[in-house]
């Protein structure tokens, strides 16, 4: 253990920077060996700081070897300078000065990826959050706001594009015969917008004329053997563009937006001004390497960074508890954008599935923390689900609130009054309410209370009056340093259906509606309905209106009359997975207790019922049959019995299996897409459901079903069929299935993002020597421990192997500890995400939780980084 532990930061220590710095020149020397980094900082007290004689701290890093200062163009003696902690301090200024600082780093020993590094042959940067400093010493914060210029140069037979943030506007050479490129950004920006990328690309060029007429350039890089993979994201960029033009009135701004793919990266991507930087996986598509969802991952992330354009980058964050501001208002926008594309029902399922699964999760562990969080160690360790997902529902309840015009208007006024500036989360809720005339005031408490609320509903009916009562309580649980809660104002979206599932025209509080939005805003509270002859089904949190826990004691009769018949598609989602959670609860316990499992399914006829009807979205009937997911039962569960959950699962699975067996086979020919792949809407749809469908009928162990995976995993002619197939043989544990997967290697060994499904795959193969083939997948050739996606791949595929990761003897939670020790130091960022499965040691069965804890102990006992210290110790304390 360190002698001296990292301490914490406080969203309520925030001062405004003593310094500004209007402009910022930067020259970048790039080689090999050394890269030499010159910066020209155009600085002046700030005025707002009522600070005339503090001294000027700049942040740095460790690597960053400071050359020489100068003040105004006079070195500066070494007594006026000094470095302490990776800041220099520079004890006296004058108001107005010119700082030049030269320093030298050496990005292909890059290994945090974060700042200038390398990826394969070419160097690229990562700022965001604080990653500028690793470059050179700079006031790095997002409230100081810089017009920058960055002078490349460099061999250009190495590396013949150049390319930093706004436009071109010199291109030369030097004595030594390098070549000088020079890029103006015009808009002031935060450092941890700054990009440089610089490399032997390919391009793929196009245009797009904005609603005013101008013709914007538009450019994608990537390494040349990519370059006939970047169609799909370049339509994506067009139709995001045109939408932010129509549904936010938002225009681009500079002259030319370009995207550059880089293999190794931490995240998925970053919104750089006027330069975006994608890990590949999330910008490379075709239909032989390229699921579905990948297709729709790549669409919606470039859409998300695109709109970062103006909510980040034209109006930024003041400080990084504010994250959520520029994160939770984009998800939302691209959430809407993929609705609008697509399905919106379907989108919002998938959503919110993923919110509840690991965002509720989040909300209940060691790492729960507010929306807006009041204090943290490392802030990479807070790009959360809590303050990008759960960012985003606060932002949609706003809407709800709002309606779509008022949230328009809100939205209007908050660019218009904060172009160009670094604001709060106050600062949008305050825009949203002026221009709405809505009181937030109360509904700011979802910014700065952690955990996830339960929202409890009663009720009964008078025969007499024909009056429905709901009584709605809510009670938000205890996180970490937050022991008590204040009501939220919560959005409870509600309507009502007869007992033959027909909507039911209600009054309330005076308006007639089949649909209405209840304002929940006290612990308790009683909403009266009128106009009805019978007792109503409810149907509740429609849309899933709110992030909240729902308990409703619904009964089964109720929750198949939802399934098949409520207004709300999303509800009908809701009903069917809630059916199921109660069916798999049963059973779970039954494996907790030693019991055989018995159990007649409910959820028999509702699916057959579904199976039947052509009508329906058959993405929606893939999704209303994919049961609950372990991951989710074990945020339902408390404590966590892994094998139970997923022997509960499997028997339920293999129950409706043989039940329906005719309908899925049935189900599987009928959606069989063919002709050329198409990632529209239509076809996904019909993939998915035909695949979910093969997925059960596989379980009948029916050798017509094996012999259909095989035979799709051979001859599909697109990556989603062929890996639908190999997944499903893999999960159930078909006969070939580790010869499918040795040949599916074979097939793809020279696509890296296609191995790297294959290493995700291979990792969750459930076996009792699962451990193992891990270990052996870290030897294999296709594995690099600098490659996130490959780390990623292993070990959250791993993560998700009961068998092998929840072994008795603790040997899978003991691997996992050893590759967190070895990252640690090496990539922070990636060794802290590894952490996750860790943090739930707590909620695990006795056994198995105390030989996590063993293993986080063991951790806490090494030499950390701040982001791995703030997970573990968190988790321990
Ligand atoms: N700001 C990026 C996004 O959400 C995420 C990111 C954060 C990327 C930090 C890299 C580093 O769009
Ligand atoms: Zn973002």
Not at 141 to 147: E, G
Not at 272 to 300: M, Q
Not at 408 to 415: C, E, K, M, T, V
Not at 683 to 694: F, G, V
């Amino acid at each position: 253990m360190k002698e001296s532990q990292p301490s914490a930061i406080f969203l309520k220590d925030y001062t405004v920077p003593p310094f500004l710095i209007d402009k910022t020149e930067l020259t970048f020397e790039l080689d090999e060996a050394v890269t030499i980094v010159t910066s020209r900082l155009h600085m002046r007290r700030n005025p707002a700081s009522g600070k005339s004689t503090c001294p000027l701290v700049l942040d740095g890093g460790e690597e960053v070897k400071l050359v020489g200062v100068a003040m105004d163009d006079y070195p500066l003696p070494p007594e006026e300078y000094r470095i302490s902690e990776d800041k220099l301090i520079i004890t006296a200024t004058a108001d107005e000065f010119i700082l030049t600082c030269e320093t030298v780093i050496e990005p292909q020993n890059n290994t945090r990826l974060e700042g200038l590094y390398r990826s394969s042959s070419m160097f690229c940067t990562q700022c965001e959050a604080e990653g500028f400093r690793h470059i050179t010493y700079y006031l790095d914060r997002p409230d100081v706001m810089s017009v920058f210029t960055t002078t490349i140069i460099a061999d250009e037979a190495r590396y013949p594009v150049m390319l930093s943030n706004g436009n071109e506007v010199e291109r030369g050479k030097t004595d030594e015969g390098k070549t000088v490129v020079v890029w103006h950004d015009p808009f002031p920006k935060p450092a941890y917008l700054f990009a440089l990328v610089a490399g032997d690309l390919a391009v793929k060029n196009d245009v797009f004329t904005t609603q005013s007429k101008r013709d914007i350039k538009l450019q994608i890089f990537t390494e040349s053997h990519n370059i006939d993979k970047v169609d799909y994201a370049m339509e994506a960029l067009k139709r995001s563009m045109r939408w932010d033009e129509q549904v936010y009135g938002r225009e681009y701004d500079l002259d030319i937006f370009m995207i550059v793919a880089v293999d190794d990266f931490n995240m998925g991507a970053m919104e750089n001004k006027g330069l975006n930087i994608f890990n590949s996986s999330c910008l490379l598509a075709s239909p032989e390497t390229t699921t579905d969802d990948s297709y729709l991952r790549v669409e919606a992330i470039v859409a998300h960074e695109y709109f970062h354009n103006w909510s980040g980058n034209r109006v930024t964050c003041r400080d990084w508890f504010q994250l959520s501001l520029k994160e939770g208002f984009t998800v939302f926008r691209d959430q809407t954008f993929s609705a609008d594309m697509h399905s919106e029902t379907v989108k919002r399922v998938e959503d919110v599935s993923f919110l509840k699964t690991a965002q509720f999760a989040e909300d209940a562990g060691p790492m729960a923390h507010p929306v807006r969080p009041a204090s943290f160690i490392e802030i990479a360790n807070f790009y959360t689900l809590t303050v990008y997902e759960k960012g985003a529902e606060i932002v949609r309840m706003i809407h709800t609130l709002l309606g779509a015009e008022k949230f328009r208007a809100g939205s209007d006024l908050y660019f218009e009054r904060h172009d160009g500036q670094a604001v709060t989360c106050d600062d949008f809720l305050a825009a949203m309410e002026d221009a709405s005339g809505v009181d937030l005031a109360q509904f700011k408490r979802w910014y700065s209370q952690a955990g996830t609320p339960i929202v409890t509903v009663t009720d009964t009916f008078d025969e007499e009056t024909g009056t429905y009562r709901l009584t709605i309580t809510q009670d938000t649980p205890p996180t970490p340093a937050q022991p008590t809660k204040l009501p939220l104002h919560i959005p409870v979206r509600v309507g009502l259906l007869d007992k033959q599932g027909q909507a039911l025209s209600s009054e309330l509080n005076g308006t007639t509606s089949e649909e209405h939005v209840l304002q929940l805003t006290d612990s308790e509270q009683v909403f009266e309905f009128s106009g009805l002859s019978a007792c109503p089904v409810p149907s509740l949190l429609r849309g899933f209106s709110a992030p909240v826990k729902l308990r409703y004691d619904y009964s089964t009769s109720d929750l198949l009359l939802l399934m098949s018949a409520d207004a709300d598609g999303f509800n009908r989602w809701s009903a069917a997975q809630q059916l199921a959670v109660n069916e798999l609860s049963g059973l779970i316990k039954q494996a907790i207790d030693g019991q055989a499992f018995a159990l007649d399914s409910q959820l028999v006829e509702g699916f057959k019922v579904l199976l039947g009807d052509s009508s329906l979205d058959p993405a929606m009937v893939a999704l209303i049959l994919s049961l609950p997911s372990q991951a989710y039962l074990s945020e339902l569960a408390n404590p966590i019995y892994p094998a139970a959950i997923k022997e509960a699962r499997q028997y339920l699975k293999t129950q409706l299996a043989n039940a329906l067996r005719g309908d899925f086979e049935r189900v599987y020919h009928e959606h069989n897409v063919q002709g050329a792949y198409q990632a529209t809407a239509k076809d996904i749809a019909h993939r998915s459901l035909k695949n979910m469908a093969l997925s059960y009928w596989v379980e009948t162990k029916e050798a017509g079903a094996q012999q259909a995976v095989f035979e799709q995993f051979q001859s599909s002619n697109n990556m989603t069929d062929q890996f639908s197939a190999l997944s499903i043989a893999v999960t159930s544990q078909h006969d070939k299935a580790s010869e499918m997967l040795a040949a599916f290697y074979d097939q793809w060994q020279t696509e890296p993002l296609v191995v790297n499904k294959w290493l995700m795959l291979s990792a969750s193969q459930e076996s009792d020597h699962a451990l193992e083939t891990v270990k052996g997948l870290m030897a294999h050739p296709a594995f690099d421990l600098k490659n996130p996606n490959k780390v990623r791949s292993v070990l959250g595929g791993f993560g998700q192997n009961v068998a092998g990761f929840h072994k008795e003897d603790g040997s899978g939670y003991h691997f996992l500890a050893d590759q967190i020790i070895l990252l640690n130091k090496r990539n922070p960022q990636i060794a802290s995400r590894l952490c996750t499965p860790l943090t739930r040691w707590r909620k695990l069965q006795p056994e198995l939780s105390l030989k996590m804890k063993t293993e986080l102990e063991r951790i806490m006992s090494e030499d950390l980084s701040k982001d791995v210290y703030e997970v573990i110790s968190k988790s321990l304390a």
